[in-house]
């Protein structure tokens, strides 16, 4: 897994900010972390396992027991995205389980967008 997640790094350095780069990365550990308390592999990571994320994202509070942002909580989901777009590009992943996913959670009407 740490292999991986340097050629991330190094992806991401190279396409972004610097300081968005350190934000995506922090966002991504975080994202690690939980994958891995929740007893998953990378591999095993699907569409309804990004939403409970996103689901405790929103109801984690700060320290002070305050929620997050909902703006927070999205650029926390949109580094999982852009990390999960990484692995299926590289071939780590035969499909990404963030993909379709609103910042809300709903699933997207393709159908619209024609």
């Known amino acids: 897994m740490s292999r991986v997640f340097e050629l991330f790094a190094d992806d991401v350095r190279a396409r972004f900010a610097a300081r968005t780069a350190e934000h995506y990365l922090a966002d991504t550990r975080v994202f690690l972390a939980w994958v891995e308390a929740a007893g998953l592999s990378l591999a095993d990571v699907?569409?309804?396992?990004?939403q409970r994320y996103q689901g405790e994202l929103y109801a984690?509070?700060?320290?002070?027991?305050?929620?997050?942002?909902?703006?927070?909580?999205?650029?926390?989901?949109?580094a999982v995205k852009t990390f999960f777009r990484f692995l299926q590009r590289r071939g780590f992943v035969l499909f990404d389980p963030a993909v379709s996913r609103t910042s809300s959670g709903r699933q997207i009407d393709r159908s619209r967008l024609r």
């Open 46 to 50: 699907q569409a309804a396992d990004v």
């Open 60 to 78: 984690s509070r700060k320290p002070k027991g305050r929620p997050y942002a909902p703006g927070t909580v999205a650029l926390r989901l949109i």
